[in-house]
């Protein structure tokens, strides 16, 4: 791609808005008329587009757009644009594509690999938690690739469940990948840049706003195959990108809920509409084994863990089990000085809700604790 051409996509994205259906059209036509690798000023004065946009173009500052990639090279950022061969071809085919993508990490192989969106509530239940985990984990050990939002609940369950599956994630954000939002999520995102990578619509320096989340959702939608709502409630933004995912033609899958828990008013509307039930990870593996017969191995995402049960080798077993924690597993499970705990029993760790939350669902995946009736865990 030639210098004028990446610079031309960068500020049509940024003259007309992130997420706006006039800027991807401005871009068609100008492509259309063998414009868009041309100055703006000549552009301005040899094409029909109406004279407001004409007025736009031939005021656009090309420092705007120098600045931007100054910027990226600076913060190790790098750009995709719509006519790039590595853009997704699932985004590329959803009603406001964006024009130009910034992203920090390895960019995953969206155009052959199966990907799922999880979304859920920032303030989740513990049910919710523990299945963003679980669904992260097994899609990622099955070989899809995991996308989410990076936040807290919900998303940060996801991410670290597919950490611990060693699968690769796309975390995808509502402002540039240099700011500093949730700074508590930072190790989070540098993590997934290590598995996968950091993807945002916006520039540097772009903080987020109330109304960068919503126009980044139809991303997160449009990655994927499918998107998995874990819990919603009436007015959660998780229900955003399930409307997106349904408007693109792309399936949704709803854990239920209690028809009376406001957790879950808005996920048991969605299932009224249409979403399909999920009651397993199985339920997505079903739909899209046959579509990806040679990418998705169900029998690695339900692959127990190896261990020699017999006595002698209990403590060994442990051992290996511990080693392959997270860092906020550890810290728990270091932690723990009685054989039943609850989670009250956690509060001196310096660590949060989700963190406790994600680190206790992690161990009782290496069979380290079990839960028990009464919100209770029992150390095996």
């Known amino acids: 791609m030639n210098d004028l051409l990446l610079k031309n996509l960068i500020l049509i994205q940024h003259l007309f808005g992130a997420g706006s259906k006039r800027a991807f059209t401005i871009m068609q036509k100008l492509n259309d008329n063998g414009l868009l690798d041309k100055d703006f000023a000549f552009t301005a004065n040899n094409t029909n587009l109406q004279n407001s946009i004409r007025l736009i173009l031939a005021s656009a500052d090309y420092s705007v757009a120098d600045y931007i990639i100054k910027m990226c090279n600076e913060c190790d950022i790098k750009i995709i644009t719509y006519s790039d061969d590595i853009y997704p071809e699932s985004l590329r085919n959803i009603d406001v594509p964006p024009i130009v993508l910034y992203y920090r990490g390895t960019f995953p192989d969206f155009n052959n690999l199966p990907s799922i969106t999880i979304v859920g509530p920032r303030k989740a239940t513990d049910f919710g938690i523990k299945s963003a985990y679980s669904l992260g984990f097994r899609f990622a050990k099955s070989g899809m690739i995991v996308v989410s939002g990076g936040a807290r609940g919900c998303d940060f369950a996801a991410h670290n469940g597919c950490f611990k599956g060693e699968g690769v994630t796309c975390l995808v954000l509502g402002c540039g990948i240099d700011n500093d ?85 808005g996920s048991n509307a969605l299932l009224r509409d249409g979403a399909k039930p999920l009651l397993d990870a199985g339920d997505v593996f079903n739909e899209y084994i046959l ?90």
């Open 291 to 380: 579509k990806f017969p040679s990418k998705i191995d169900i029998n690695r995402a339900y692959e127990p863990p190896k261990k020699d049960v017999t006595e002698n080798n209990t403590e060994k077993n442990k051992k290996i089990s511990q080693e392959t924690l997270s860092k906020e597993a550890k810290m728990v499970y270091n932690y723990l000085d009685r054989q039943i705990f609850g989670f009250d029993d956690l509060s001196e760790l310096e660590l949060s809700t989700d963190e406790l939350l994600s680190a206790l669902t992690e161990l009782e995946l290496e069979g380290l604790i079990s839960a028990i009736p009464g919100g209770k865990y029992k150390v095996i």
């Open 181 to 265: 939002y949730l700074p508590e999520n930072k190790p989070l995102r540098d993590t997934a840049q290590n598995n996968g990578c950091i993807l945002s619509e916006y520039p540097p320096k772009t903080p987020a706003t109330r109304f960068s989340f919503p126009i980044r959702n139809r991303i997160m939608a449009g990655l994927s195959q499918a998107t998995v709502v874990v819990e919603a409630g009436i007015k959660s933004g998780s229900l955003i990108t399930a409307r997106n995912a349904i408007d693109y033609g792309r399936e949704v899958f709803v854990i239920p809920g209690n028809p009376t828990d406001k957790n879950y008013k």
